[in-house]
């Protein structure tokens, strides 16, 4: 198991994003290519590098901004790694991911959208409320960089089609994987997570309000990620010769 203490972890700075994508990068490096938080590491870290890339082109209005929400939305990510590097709970969200990290009929497409599931469905909000008390601003004066930062997400879908989908005589109307693809919307859930991120935010000077709020919230998101794992058997595209 990585132990990701090796790894300083870096406060919100002008570099703050390069820590981020070096803490993946070395994750990428220590994890096997089939562990199922490996194929979902490999998706985010195209996407943050991706991230990063547009904040030097000048892509956000506002780069400090949009540079705080990108780095605390991966550092719930990384944070959920260490606590399972330190065999502590990560949470509820992460657990079904990193139970079943290792199963062979889990097949890789299913490994990422519970990913995607946990860091959009359940950490997203939470990111949106630690930037706004870094930065000092209300949830509507981080809008336009969450759905431009939402922008960047959709290529994270993409690029999982493109990468994980099985070929097209594979995936038939039949295959529950199918199901489970139409099951579960980024879209949907990058809605729900702004409105997830106001509620916090209303329930800052209520803190066993929003703890409670928090803990539905990740219990519900832990819920749909267990599903979208559902064994389905090792599909051909996996299974070993001669099979």
């Not at 132990?3 to 981020?20: N, P, Q, S, Y």
């Not at 990063?52 to 705080?68: P, Q, V």
């Not at 990193?98 to 469905?121: S, T, Y």
Request: aromatic letters at 6%.
């Amino acid at each position: 198991m990585v132990r990701l203490e090796r790894f300083a972890k870096d406060t919100v700075h002008v570099h703050g994003l390069d820590a981020v994508v070096r803490r993946m990068r070395a994750l990428d490096a220590l994890w096997p290519e089939r562990d199922g938080v490996a194929v979902f590491n490999r998706v985010y870290l195209a996407v943050t590098e991706e991230v990063g890339r547009r904040l030097e082109a000048g892509h956000f209005a506002d780069a400090r901004a949009a540079s705080t929400l990108d780095v605390r939305f991966a550092e719930r990510y990384l944070g959920a790694v260490e606590a399972v590097a330190q065999e502590r709970r990560p949470p509820a969200c992460w657990r079904p991911l990193f139970q079943l990290r290792g199963h062979p009929g889990v097949r890789p497409l299913q490994f990422a959208l519970a990913g995607i599931n946990a860091h959009i469905g359940h950490d997203l909000a939470l990111a949106v409320v630690d930037a706004c008390r870094t930065l000092g601003c209300e949830p509507a004066e981080l809008e336009d960089e969450f759905d431009r930062v939402g922008d960047v997400l959709v290529t994270l879908e993409e690029r999982i089609r493109e990468d994980l989908m099985p070929g097209p005589d594979l995936l038939q109307i039949a295959d529950p994987l199918t199901h489970l693809l139409g099951a579960w919307s980024l879209e949907r859930a990058r809605d729900a997570a702004w409105s997830a991120a106001r509620g916090l935010w209303a329930f800052r000077e209520l803190p066993a309000l929003a703890e409670e709020f928090t803990e539905r919230l990740d219990a519900g998101v832990g819920l749909v990620g267990r599903c979208l794992l559902t064994p389905l058997g090792v599909s051909p595209s996996t299974a070993p010769p001669g099979r």
